[in-house]
């Protein structure tokens, strides 16, 4: 009874200490960028590339620039934001319901309650005239 017990009050301390989006969610997500013609060079602003179609395990929280290039057609640049996510917010709202206070604060800090946008990146390239 007392290994139950004992279970029981880490689960809690868990779920009080930890943010709710951070555990569902993760910091993390998959980031997919598609070209079309594929085959494109596809450079992040935060070092990462790719050629695509590729996909990249990036922080939730961080903002950036794409740049693809491709020989024979015109450079696309677009910028990829940071916003809070619908699950997002259902995790901060578990925070609150359960007085998860350092939850809340973890969720905030670690970016867990975010999404990139637009995700996936799909572009069309443009011969060069």
């Known amino acids: 009874m007392k290994i139950i017990s004992k279970t029981i009050m880490l689960i809690l301390?868990?779920?009080?200490?930890t943010g709710c989006s951070t555990i569902t969610r993760g910091t993390t997500e998959a980031f997919v960028i598609d070209s079309e013609p594929s085959g494109a060079k596809a450079e992040l602003s935060t070092g990462h590339s790719c050629t695509t179609p590729c996909s990249l395990e990036l922080k939730r929280k961080t903002a950036f620039t794409v740049t693809i290039t491709k020989k024979g057609y015109e450079t696309v640049q677009t910028n990829v934001n940071s916003q809070v996510a619908g699950a997002g917010?259902?995790?901060?709202?578990?925070n609150i319901i359960f007085g998860g206070v350092i939850g809340a604060a973890v969720d905030v800090g670690t970016g867990a309650t975010k999404e990139l946008i637009?995700?996936?990146?799909?572009?069309?390239l443009e011969k060069k005239k």
């Open 89 to 94: 917010a259902a995790g901060m709202a578990g």
């Open 13 to 17: 301390l868990a779920l009080t200490v």
């Open 118 to 124: 637009p995700n996936p990146l799909k572009v069309k």
